[in-house]
Nanobody, 121 residues
C-alpha cells in the first residue's frame, strides 16, 4: 500500500512564500516522475510543476520563475517552493507520483489528499 501525504499549505499574504512537501510511504521500489497540481474553486485541475526521476523539471508559464520543484530521493519527498505568491495561486495543491511497487514492473499514478493554499491580505 502506497500513500502520498502533502503538507505545508496555509494562509499567506501576497508576495509571501510557502514550501509544500509530498512524502511517499509504503512498499516502494522506485518513485518515477512527480507532479504538483492545483485546483481552484470552479476551475479544472492544472499541472503546476513536474520533475522526472532524473531531475528534469518543467513548470506552467504562470509559475515560472516563482516556483521551484525539487526532490529528495533518500526521504521519498518532493517539495514545491513557492515564492512571490499571488492571490491567483490560491487553490488546493495535490501531489501526483508515478510509483513502482514491483521490481521491473511499470509504475502507476498515486494522488495525495491535497493541501490548501490561500493567498490573501
Amino acid at each position: 500500500q502506497v500513500q502520498l501525504v502533502e503538507s505545508g499549505g496555509g494562509l499567506v499574504q501576497p508576495g509571501g512564500s510557502l514550501r509544500l512537501s509530498c512524502t511517499a510511504s509504503g512498499t516502494i521500489v522506485s518513485i518515477n516522475s512527480v507532479g504538483w497540481y492545483r485546483q481552484a474553486p470552479g476551475k479544472q485541475r492544472e499541472l503546476v510543476a513536474h520533475i522526472t526521476s532524473g531531475g528534469n523539471t518543467a513548470y506552467a508559464d504562470s509559475v515560472k520563475g516563482r516556483f521551484t520543484i525539487s526532490r529528495d530521493p533518500a526521504k521519498n519527498t518532493v517539495s514545491l517552493q513557492m515564492n512571490s505568491l499571488k492571490p491567483e495561486d490560491t487553490a488546493v495543491y495535490y501531489c501526483n507520483a508515478d510509483i513502482s511497487v514491483i521490481l521491473f514492473r511499470p509504475g502507476r499514478a498515486y494522488w495525495g489528499q491535497g493541501t490548501q493554499v490561500i493567498v490573501s491580505s
